[in-house]
């Protein structure tokens, strides 16, 4: 039998060392997230700048995990406008959904994708690495890419919040998030209460139904009520609701001063739909009032004062919203006159 060569053999022996001292380095990691991870409410890793060279830049690529990043800044929680809070609420969410449908060991998406943030203060390095400066940010590092070469995801994809999150972790590694678990608005307790508290007065507001004595008889509620649904309607209330608009944003080149009107059709402010809707409302409410309570005055001389002041105020309220969708699209509006009255 001829003798193996020796250095073939030195070289094979090396590398079979080489692939274990690996494969086990990565399973330490892995292992090591996953101790993170358990110990973290919403199952988001808290890292800073021994975390990131420890688990990215200091790693053996491919590593056997993807990784998402929220960076945050709890300086700037105060500013509205970002939305930090809500969207690291939501980023949560999304990390603890994904680690409930993934539970599961045998499931080949289990410990795939870890979720991660970094705070500014604690990780400015981690900031630097990643080229982050402006928020809010989100990065997504595949198993075989540096900080440099990690995807952002853009600000189209925060629109849905969790729901947009899911999408662009699904769309980028391939892995399924599953459905989004949203805790419920109320605790079993808080529906005990409430159950409770309801049989204790369904006695009296039966009583009362029947004696025709509840709110729901009253016709100022009624009106009240008309006029509210109809000012929610007009003033793009739900669209700010939807959106988290702010009322108002600082300006940035004098922090000292506050913008309620912004120019630009991209955005509506919560000062602008308020101020549209107090315009409309007017114009609904003497609407309301010449063809319901104007038609019973019988002195015909009020009655034409009384017009021709509410023609004047329409009128007014009216210009005012068309000058400010002029203003803030860039498209005229202007009223339609016969040719023979130029």
């Known amino acids: 039998m001829a003798p193996i060569p020796k250095l073939p053999l030195v070289l094979l022996i ?15 990691l892995v292992s090591e997230l996953q101790s993170l991870q358990a110990r973290s409410k919403s199952g988001v890793i808290r890292f800073n700048d021994q975390s990131v ?19 945050d800044a709890a300086k700037l929680h105060e500013k509205q406008e970002l939305h930090l809070t809500d969207l690291r609420n939501e980023f ?26 970094i705070e500014f203060q604690d990780s400015q390095n981690g900031f630097a690495q990643f080229g982050v400066n ?7 590092i595949g198993p075989s890419q540096s900080p440099k070469e990690s995807q952002q995801m853009e600000q189209g994809d925060f ?19 599953g459905p989004i678990q949203r805790p419920p608005m109320l605790s079993r307790n808080q529906i005990l209460l409430a159950i409770a508290g309801w049989l204790v007065w369904t006695p009296f507001i039966v009583k009362k139904v029947i ?55 991209g955005m509506q402010l919560g000062t602008e739909g308020f ?24 002195n015909v001389n009020v009655q034409r004062a009384a017009m021709v002041l509410a023609l004047f105020v329409s009128f007014w309220a009216v210009k005012k919203v068309v ?7 860039g498209y005229g509006i202007h009223a339609f006159w016969p040719s023979s009255w130029n």
């Open 323 to 329: 000058y400010l969708d002029n203003w803030k699209t």
């Open 92 to 117: 949560g969410l999304v990390a603890s959904s994904f680690i409930q449908n993934n539970a599961d060991p045998s499931s080949p998406f289990h410990s795939k994708l870890f979720f991660c943030d």
């Open 14 to 28: 090396t590398a079979l060392l080489f692939l274990t001292a690996s494969s086990q380095s990565s399973s330490d």
């Open 211 to 265: 004696n025709g004595k509840t709110l729901l008889h009253e016709p100022r509620i009624w009106l009240t009520g008309a006029v509210f649904v109809y000012f929610f309607s007009v003033s793009g209330a739900m669209h700010n609701i939807i959106r988290k608009m702010p009322m108002f944003l600082a300006d940035r080149n004098d922090p000292n001063k506050l913008i309620f009107f912004y120019q630009g059709s």
């Open 53 to 71: 060279s420890r688990f990215l830049t200091s790693a053996q690529t491919p590593r056997p995990y993807w990784v998402l990043i929220f960076f």
């Open 159 to 177: 629109a849905r919040l969790a729901e947009s999150m899911s999408e662009f972790i699904e769309a980028k590694t391939k892995l399924a998030v």
């Open 134 to 140: 402006s928020l809010p940010h989100i990065r997504l």
């Open 275 to 298: 101020a549209i809707g107090f315009l409309y409302t007017i114009v609904g409410l003497l609407l309301a009032f010449l063809t319901r309570v104007l038609v019973t005055v019988r």
